[in-house]
């Protein structure tokens, strides 16, 4: 009988021990990141860089000052470019939003408003006409608003029953976004702002941006002087489920104005913004630069066109990860000779971004991309 219940006490402890071995074994979760300069790409064009998408091996940008497109591979080789006219059957007018889709199509939208449908050549496959005009006269470039859906496109188009997006209370009263028919330019309303943003309220504030991704069935919304998005579930009626604040440790914000279209970031100080905004199955990446303070504003002339490249100076651009959208990864300083990203499909993918040769001080007459990767430390 003793020997019986010393049997039991020894392989009691025995299993503890065991238990205490699995747990320690086990590496506690990390989030902490840093982004690496895999190699870079050199396009054979001269010309500036105004919007564009990457996508399973295929780029494509933007040029405003031509009106054109240049699609390219992974190699940098060009594949196809084309200047479009601004008259005429033909015309494709400022696409300076581009999407590929998974199976390769691609989809362009004009900051006026316009949508496109282009073949793999670049040429004009269809326009895409909705029963009323868009109202925006602004936008575009590498913000993040078109996306593909369930054979849909899902854009930022207001103007619907006449909606004005420049009115100061236009996020709270309207739906923001479209769902589009390529086929027949049909349409359907979609995403309302939820209590949780400032811009649901009676106040004024500074005008944002909207930003927008979807990854699965999922639609994650983001106004760029806000560090918050906010999720949506698009199976069932769009519902509002959650708002996540990424929690920068600096992003400035001027605050509640006293009077509608009032203007402040920009001319006495400079609010924080999410640049870029990209929303993968493992998890969304926040692009965002943190604001200057009105006395160095103020000190260095910032307001003055000429003053503008020295804002680098006085604040650091930032990429941030949420995972399983709580998880808070740390902020990864970007520096200034990384521009604009092109696309970022999965965290582990390496994904392409512009070199900004103006920070570096060198003139090229060709356009290189650098070749990125996320990767855990």
């Known amino acids: 009988m003793r020997f019986t219940y010393l049997a039991a006490i020894i392989l009691f402890l025995s299993q503890i021990a065991c238990s205490e071995k699995k747990v320690s074994d086990l590496e506690p979760f990390s989030n902490e990141w840093e982004l690496v300069i895999l190699d870079s790409i050199q396009v054979d064009?001269?010309?500036?860089?105004?919007?564009?998408?990457?996508?399973?091996?295929?780029?494509?940008?933007?040029?405003?000052e031509e009106n054109k497109l240049v699609a390219f591979d992974s190699s940098g080789k060009i594949s196809y470019e084309?200047?479009?006219?601004?008259?005429?059957?033909?015309?494709?007018?400022y696409p300076t939003q581009l999407k590929y889709t998974e199976d390769g199509r691609l989809f362009a939208a004009s900051y006026m408003g316009w949508l496109y449908e282009l073949n793999t050549n670049l040429t004009l496959k269809q326009e895409?006409?909705?029963?009323?005009?868009?109202?925006?006269?602004?936008?575009?470039?590498?913000i993040k608003n078109l996306e593909y859906y369930n054979d849909s496109l899902?854009?930022?188009?207001?103007?619907?029953?006449?909606?004005?997006?420049?009115?100061?209370?236009?996020?709270?009263?309207?739906?923001?976004?479209?769902k589009i028919d390529p086929k027949?330019?049909?349409?359907?309303?979609?995403?309302?702002?939820?209590?949780?943003?400032?811009?649901?309220?009676?106040?004024?504030?500074?005008?944002p941006w909207l930003q927008f991704g979807i990854s699965g069935n999922r639609l994650h919304l983001a106004l760029s002087n806000e560090p918050l998005f906010h999720i949506y579930d698009l199976t069932d009626g769009e519902p509002y489920l959650n708002t996540v604040d990424f929690k920068p440790s600096k992003f400035l914000d001027n605050g509640e104005h006293q009077e509608k279209h009032q203007y402040i970031s920009g001319r006495r100080m400079l609010d924080g913004r999410i640049r870029q905004f990209f929303v993968t199955d493992k998890g969304t990446v926040v692009f965002y630069e943190e604001g200057i303070e009105e006395d160095i504003f103020i000190q260095n002339e910032l307001k003055l066109r000429k003053n503008?490249?020295?804002?680098?100076?006085?604040?650091?651009?930032?990429?941030?990860?949420?995972?399983?959208d709580s998880i808070l990864?740390?902020?990864?300083?970007?520096?200034?000779?990384?521009?604009?990203?092109?696309?970022?499909?999965?965290?582990?993918?390496?994904?392409?971004?512009?070199r900004n040769d103006e920070f570096i001080g060198e003139e090229q007459d060709f356009i290189t991309f650098y070749k990125l990767q996320l990767e855990k430390k």
């Open 128 to 142: 895409i006409k909705l029963s009323f005009l868009s109202q925006s006269q602004d936008g575009g470039g590498f």
């Open 45 to 64: 064009y001269l010309g500036t860089v105004d919007g564009g998408d990457f996508r399973q091996g295929k780029g494509v940008f933007y040029n405003f």
């Open 154 to 178: 899902i854009s930022f188009y207001p103007g619907r029953d006449g909606a004005n997006p420049y009115e100061p209370h236009f996020i709270r009263d309207n739906f923001l976004l479209e």
């Open 329 to 354: 990864s740390n902020e990864i300083i970007v520096p200034y000779n990384i521009g604009s990203i092109l696309n970022i499909e999965k965290l582990d993918k390496p994904f392409y971004a512009l």
């Open 184 to 207: 027949t330019g049909g349409s359907v309303p979609l995403i309302r702002i939820p209590s949780t943003s400032r811009y649901s309220s009676d106040k004024y504030y500074e005008r």
């Open 82 to 93: 084309i200047s479009y006219p601004k008259e005429g059957p033909e015309k494709v007018q």
């Open 308 to 324: 503008f490249p020295k804002y680098k100076d006085f604040q650091n651009q930032v990429l941030k990860i949420i995972i399983q």
